[in-house]
């Protein structure tokens, strides 16, 4: 099962918004589309599960999407805190689950 | 608070084993599924295999399958992953997480760097 596909980077300016995509097949993003942040050295942390809800103390600021095969994250307001790398992943048949190949995210 | 606290580093040399652990507190152990992630140094995550701890069904991922061992003992609510002969190319930082049933990686361990020399 291959990974879901990622841009390698993506920036913005403080306040502004941006968005990372997600793409794989039709069996690969599922309804089960979540997503994780990653600062330097540290654990992943979910950012959005089921495509669009946010876990409890998660900012508005990040929302989620699902067009077809491609999902997608929205990081309103964009701070400076919010530099990191991001990989979305998806629960696909049988227990089996796979990432993307991951987004850096860099605030200018 | 609900927690996963993996076991510390590990160096090791090629052909040798290895067992690191996961312990989770602060909720049912029994009632939540365990997965494994490798992250090789400055690569993605790559999920690896997940166990249900309140019966230890194991499903892993077909790269991953054959290489690895994942268990669980919930009497000491901790959840394992092993390796009989370990590569250099295992060297990565291990994470263990918490997923409930047909919810997402909701609490990741703090991460477990295993570094293999050949």
């Known amino acids: 099962q291959s990974a879901l596909t990622q841009p390698a980077s993506v920036s913005g300016s403080p306040g502004q918004s941006l968005t990372i995509s997600c793409t794989g097949t039709s069996s690969d993003v599922s309804i089960y589309v979540s997503w994780y942040q990653q600062h330097p050295g540290k654990a992943p942390k979910l950012m959005i599960f089921?495509?669009?809800k946010r876990p409890s103390g998660i900012s508005n600021r990040f929302s989620g999407s699902k067009s077809g095969n491609t999902a997608s994250l929205t990081i309103s307001g964009l701070q400076a805190e919010d530099e990191a790398d991001y990989y979305c992943?998806?629960?696909?048949?049988?227990?089996?689950?796979?990432f993307g190949t991951g987004t850096k995210v860099t605030v200018l | 608070e609900v927690q996963l606290v993996q076991s510390g580093a590990a160096v090791k040399k090629s052909g040798e084993s290895l067992k690191i652990s996961c312990k989770g507190s602060?909720?049912?152990?029994?009632?939540?599924?365990i997965g494994w992630v490798r992250q090789m140094p400055g690569k993605g995550l790559e999920w690896m295999g997940i166990?249900?701890?309140?019966?230890?069904?194991?499903r892993y991922s077909p790269s991953f399958q054959g290489q690895v061992t994942i268990s669980a003992d919930k009497s000491i609510t901790t959840a394992y992953l092993q390796w009989r002969s370990l590569k250099a190319s295992d060297t990565a930082i291990y994470y263990c997480?918490?997923?409930?049933?047909?919810?997402?990686?909701?609490?990741w361990g703090q991460g477990t760097t295993v570094t293999v020399s050949s």
């Open positions: 602060g909720y049912t152990f029994t009632n939540y599924w």
């Open positions: 089921d495509v669009t």
């Open positions: 997480a918490r997923r409930p049933p047909g919810g997402p990686f909701d609490i």
């Open positions: 166990i249900y701890a309140g019966n230890s069904e194991t």
């Open positions: 992943s998806s629960y696909a048949t049988s227990f089996t689950y796979v």
